[in-house]
């Protein structure tokens, strides 16, 4: 079992940067695929952003942050980083990351077993 936390959201201009960290408050977070994914109000279900696999030797992105974002992890500190570039105003959500045992990555969130309570991102025009 796992328990990730997320922090580093905040409040930034367009064309700002923000970089989200996924810190395993128990367990091991290096057991597991780590996928990061949105939700604005009023949307059901969560987006796929980005995934990182166990040894972060690979990476997948959502066409609409590929070549802005950046996944990575450090493994011995027990977290898991977004790094966000060239912020863009439909990037305002709540940002969560959770844990799956899959590569390639799920793109929908049921697949994946521990969340975060998630962090805002709100980026002003």
């Known amino acids: 079992q796992v328990q990730p936390v997320e922090s580093g959201g905040g409040v930034v201009q367009a064309g700002g940067d923000l970089r989200l960290s996924c810190k395993a408050s128990e367990g091991r977070l290096s057991n597991y695929v780590v996928g990061w994914f949105r939700q604005t109000p009023g949307k059901e279900q969560r987006e796929f952003v980005a995934?990182?696999?166990?040894?972060?030797?690979?990476?997948y992105y959502s066409d609409s942050v590929k070549g802005r974002f950046t996944a990575s992890r450090d493994n011995d500190k027990n977290t898991v980083f977004l790094l966000m570039n060239s912020l863009k105003p439909e990037d305002t959500a709540a940002y969560y990351c959770?844990?799956?045992?899959?590569?390639?990555?799920?793109?929908?969130?049921?697949?994946?077993?521990?969340w975060g309570r998630g962090t805002q991102v709100t980026v002003s025009s």
């Open positions: 995934a990182i696999s166990r040894g972060g030797g690979s990476t």
């Open positions: 959770a844990t799956d045992s899959r590569w390639p990555p799920h793109m929908i969130p049921t697949p994946y077993e521990y």
